[in-house]
């Protein structure tokens, strides 16, 4: 067996056994359903080596990890305008927090929270319908993992349609500041839905390799190194929302969570790693995947603070 996938395997096994495995989130319906003990994991070398354990092959609700593809997409049609209308510093607040818009005159803080988010999907949407925006996003995540099944759960996007309130008020909010450009209810139908994408972890660690080889996927560039490593920095201060700070310290790779338990993290030039456990933390993060990752990151030194992080 190849030494990485007896670290996988190990790492699913001790998974298993774990007793603390977090709360669903149950505010959205069809992820209440979802059982806590699910757990899969997956990591794309640099070398195009696929290893994958548990429940790898399932797809889950990928939320708020589509806010890294929404970035990329919308930096690409507006270049460093997008900053303008979105910051690139750590909330130090909820995912859904409301309170520092008003201080801020409705630019939040950066692109991963749910505000921000709802703006780079305002940006995305432009003069656009949301059929053609949310079309968009499918072709890309689709070309990026090379895989045509993947596709958005509808009873997903109609359950955050169904009580999203809170995303409502933090749109409108911005719309008030001039912020948000288009009809409220198409933004956020079209952000509904990019949250509503299903993938295993097998095809995101597969989407997420352009961000571990400088802009290239399957050797083809995507995006310039240079933005590659400025979201890979983004990731790294703010893809936890609040608890992006103790990410860093415990597990010091770029990386972003969402509600459905997964979380995209990657080792420059190394692997692209995805991996899934539904029971979130306090702070709306994958509990067994954090634990998962540092363990990933313990046994092969892959974090960027590392001394010898990527040499040969």
Known sequence: MDSLDRILAEIAAEMRGMEHRGKVADYIRPLAQVPVEK??????TAKGETHLAGDAE?????????????LTLALGAVGDQLWKRVGREPSGSAFNSIVQLENEHGIPRNPFINAGAIVVTDVLLGHHQPR?????????????AGDDSIGIDEAVARAEQDTGFRNKA?????????NIEGEVDLVLGTYFHYCALAMSCRQLALAGRYL?????????????????????AVMMSCGHYDN???????????????VGGGILAVAPGIASIAVWSPGLNPSGNSQLGQIALERLVQRTGWSVFEPRFGAP
Not at 132 to 144: H, K, P, S
Not at 212 to 232: E, P, Q, W
Not at 244 to 258: E, H, N, Q, V
Request: no cysteine; net charge positive; aromatic share 10%.
């Open 39 to 44: 757990f899969g994991i997956a990591v794309v």
């Open 132 to 144: 053609e925006a949310i079309g968009q996003m499918l072709r890309f995540v689709r070309e990026l």
């Open 170 to 178: 933090l749109a409108n909010y911005m719309r008030a500041f001039g």
């Open 212 to 232: 571990m080889d400088g802009g290239l996927s399957n050797g083809h560039r995507l995006i310039t190194a240079r933005r590659a490593r400025r979201i890979n």
């Open 58 to 70: 399932e797809a889950f609700s990928i939320q708020s990890i589509s806010k890294v593809f929404a």
């Open 244 to 258: 992006s700070g103790d990410f860093a310290y415990r597990i010091g790779l770029p990386g972003k969570s969402g």
